[in-house]
C-alpha cells in the first residue's frame, strides 16, 4: 500500500471532482487528476485544431449522475441519527451515560456529523475521525473530521489493520515514498521527489501517536524537523477508521464514486454526441430555385412566396430524426449506472410505468434489495466506528474529569 501513497492524493482529488463536478478552475488551483469534463474524449474538447469559436467547438453535456446517487446513499444509511444505548446494568447511570453522548454528539454537529461522516466515507471508500481535547469548557471534546487527501495513515507493516502513526498534512500536494521507519516514511512522503519551491509549500505536518503529538517542518538537507511536541494525555492513538465498504489487504475501503467514473464519461459522451446532432438537424432549412429574394423574407408560419417562374421549387431538408440506437445506448448506459451504484429513480421517488403493481412494502424491498443489503453493511461498519469514537470521547472525559467513568 505505501508504493501507492504517491497516487493517493490526485485519486482522491478525482474522486471528489466527479461528486461534485467541479469547474477547470477549481482542477487547476487543486492541482487535480481531470474530472467530467477531462473524461470526454478529445474530439469533444478540441476545435478540429483550429482556434475555438462558437461554431466549430463541439457542444458538451455533463450531467452529474454521481451525486444524487451517493446522496440517496448516505440519506437511505443516515436518515434519522442511530440509537446509542448504554449497557450499564443501572438504569440511571445508563441514562447519564446516553445524555453525556448525545450532548458531546450535539457539541459536533448532531445529525449533519453523522451526514458528513457518511458522505466521507461513500466519496473517498474510508473516513478517518480524530479525537481532540480543547480547552473550551463548554466543548471540551471535539470529533475532527480528516479529509482524505491530506491523510497520512502510517500503517503497520505487518498489520494493515493498525496504525503505528497518523499523520496530517497542512498541503498534501508532495509526493511520497517508501522508507524503513515510520518517521522516515514520512520524511520521504514530504521532500522527496519535489523541487525546492515545492517544499517550500510543503507547510507542517502534525504526527499523532500513543505518546505524542509532533508538529514537523521541512528543514535544512531535506529533513523534517520536530518544531513542537506535546505529550498525548489520553495514551492512545486518538483515530478512528471507518472503511465504507470492505476492501482487503487495503487501509481504504472501496468508494462508491470510483465505479461509476467510465459510465459517466460514457453518458456525458453519448449525450454530448446528441446535443451536437439535435443541434445540426432540429431546424428544418429550405432550398429555394427560381425565387428572387427569398432570403430577404422571413420563413413564417402562413408565409407564401409567388413566382411567374414555372421552373421555381422550394425544397425542405433536415429536421430532427429518430435514433433508436443511440436513445438505447443512453438508457443502457444509465441502467448500467443503476446496477453499479444499487441506486436507481426509485430511491429518489420516481416511480416509471415499469414498475408494475409493487404495491406491498415487501415487494418494493425485493426492487430495492441491493441498496438494503449494501446499507445493512455499511451501518454495522459506521456503526463500529462510532462505538470506537464514542469510547475514546468517554475515555477523555474520564481524564478531564468532566465525566468520570470506567471502561465498563
Known sequence: MARLTGQRRPRYRQLWHYYRQASAADRLTSNAMPGPEGGLPPRLNQAGGRAATSTNTPERVLENDIAW????????????????????????RADDVERFIRRIIDDNGGQAFYQTLAL???????????????????????????DAPTALPIVDPDDYTALNAYGIYTNADQPHHQSQGWLDRLRDRVTSGSSTSERSRAG??????????????????????????????????????????????????????????????????RLSDRAHRVTLQSFKMYLAKGLDGFGDRPVAPGQMWTTDNPEASIESFGGDATSPSEEAHIRETREALDKASAISPLVTGQVRDRLGNLTSENALRIVTMGLVARTEKKRFAYGQGIQRLIGLALHAADLLGVFPNTPD
Open 69 to 92: 446517487r451517493i446522496h440517496g446513499m448516505v440519506d437511505f444509511m443516515v436518515s434519522r441519527p442511530p440509537a446509542i444505548q448504554s449497557l450499564v446494568a443501572d438504569p440511571e
Open 120 to 146: 466521507i466515507g461513500h466519496v473517498y471508500g474510508f473516513a478517518d475521525a480524530v479525537l481532540r481535547l480543547d480547552a473550551d469548557p463548554d466543548r471540551p471534546i471535539l470529533f475532527d473530521l480528516v
Open 204 to 269: 507542517r505536518v502534525e504526527v499523532l501517536t500513543e505518546d505524542s503529538i509532533l508538529v514537523l517542518e521541512p528543514g535544512r538537507q531535506d529533513r523534517l524537523r520536530v518544531v513542537d511536541r506535546t505529550p498525548n494525555p489520553l495514551g492512545v492513538l486518538p483515530v478512528v477508521h471507518i472503511q465504507n465498504l470492505p476492501q482487503p489487504f487495503a487501509y481504504e475501503g472501496l468508494s462508491e464514486v470510483e465505479p461509476l467514473i467510465a459510465l459517466q464519461d460514457e453518458l456525458n459522451t
